[in-house]
């Protein structure tokens, strides 16, 4: 391969892999049961929102300060889809 078509299916790669975030995202936000957000304490609601957007399971753990075990309950209450 030239480097040229490295760059473009680097570019390529990229593209997909924003493109599946943000599909990934729009799943969360549309299953999300978000009146059981809402009453959630603060630590944990900002924890919830947040995996919501990014999907990142670690860091919403350390928002709430709570185990991933723990998180992975909270996300099933709320009817939030982990996708992998």
Not at 52 to 61: F, M, P, W, Y
């Amino acid at each position: 391969m030239s480097e040229a078509e490295v760059k473009d299916y680097e570019k390529e790669l990229l593209e997909k892999i924003r493109r599946e975030e943000e599909e990934f995202r729009e799943i969360r936000r549309k299953y999300a049961d978000w009146n059981f957000i809402e009453k959630q304490p603060p630590r944990i609601k900002a924890a919830l929102k947040y995996y919501i957007e990014t999907g990142d399971i670690r860091r919403a753990c350390k928002i709430a300060k709570i185990s991933i075990s723990v998180f992975r309950k909270l996300l099933r209450e709320a009817n939030i889809p982990v996708i992998v």
